[in-house]
């Protein structure tokens, strides 16, 4: 229409992973393979995202998607079954452009991941043998960004462009899917990946960018800090 436009994407996206895994002993046996377990993954997955501009200006993008997971063991696992499950991510972003140089956008999504196969059946790593984590569920969290960007032109010479752009973001995270803390070198009768409770990751992001006839060159700082909750502490992974 007059002063609007809009875009509509969907479509679908599928996995289906087999791995099988061997070792053997110095006389021949067959051994357990443990740091990269046996399994099937299945994954599919229905997206929608609709992007509407209004007068050049206005960017609204409202968007879902809808996934299934199953994961099955192969080999020795003991109690391992197949599981299934089932996560719903949407999502609304927006982008307002005041003039050529500054704009503003934002974004609010809500997100879920499945564990994986490895975090569901390894039972060692580079230093420790521990249990699978046969009883770990589906991380969600609740995504907020904010941040704005300038542009300017024909600075240092005509046809020059300098752009800055800065994010902030803090996740929400419910069930996040991490390294137990607790594991030690050696054995330990406990498992290898856990479901923490409530965490946060949060920080910003910095971008700048310039570009002339016969060179360019980008730069980017990233600050990034995430934490237990309930505990107060770091979280060994980000």
């Known amino acids: ?13 599928s996995a289906y992973q087999i791995r099988t895994a061997e070792a053997v002993d110095v006389f021949g046996n067959p051994l357990p ?16 995202q609709d992007e509407f501009v209004w007068d050049e200006r206005l960017t ?15 080999g020795s696992i003991i109690g391992a079954e197949e599981t299934d499950d089932t996560a719903f ?21 809500h997100t879920e991941r499945f564990p994986t196969l490895d975090e569901t ?15 770990l569920i589906k991380e969600q969290s609740n995504n907020f960004e904010l941040g704005f960007a300038l542009s300017g032109y ?28 607790a594991l030690v070198s050696g054995f330990n009768d406990l498992s290898g990946y ?20 016969y060179f360019f060159a980008n730069a980017g700082y990233s600050y990034v800090q995430g934490k237990d909750k309930d505990t107060g502490n770091y979280l060994t992974t980000i």
């Open 33 to 48: 393979v443990t740091f990269h377990p046996e399994g099937t993954d299945v994954k599919t997955g229905i997206f929608l």
């Open 154 to 181: 024909d600075l240092a010479q005509s046809g020059d462009s300098l752009q800055l752009k800065t994010t902030g973001f803090y996740n929400d995270i419910k069930d996040l899917i991490t390294r137990n803390p």
């Open 121 to 135: 059946f390894s039972t060692s790593s580079s230093s420790s043998f521990f249990n699978p984590s046969l009883d």
């Open 1 to 13: 229409g007059e002063g609007w436009e809009n875009f509509l994407t969907y479509g679908w996206q």
């Open 89 to 109: 991510s949407p999502k609304i972003a927006a982008y307002y452009r005041f003039n050529e140089t500054f704009a503003v956008f934002g974004s609010v999504a």
């Open 194 to 213: 856990v479901n923490i409770n409530r965490a946060e990751i949060y920080g910003a992001e910095v971008e700048l960018a310039y570009d002339a006839d």
């Open 60 to 74: 609204l993008i409202p968007g879902m998607r809808i996934d299934w997971h199953e994961l099955s063991p192969e």
